[in-house]
């Protein structure tokens, strides 16, 4: 009786172990802050994604300006 029920419950076990600890090991995405020079407003900020980098060759945009890494505005951020 002792191990038929050890044979039904440790499966199970390691079955719900397994599917909870897949759904624990998602990776976090980091988002950054991004600056960019509004015509009205100044320099505001805006978040950016993780591929937005300093050294991008495809310039980063929001809602049609620049971003920058920086609020001096001297750093554009650009994707790869």
Known sequence: MKTKFLKFILPAFAI???IGLAFASE???VSR????D??????QSAMVSDDCKPDGALLCKFNGYQLYDEPSLSTELGKN
């Open 33 to 36: 802050i991004g600056y960019y």
């Open 27 to 29: 990776t976090e995405t």
């Open 16 to 18: 719900m172990m397994a």
């Open 38 to 43: 509004h015509p009205i407003l100044g320099v």
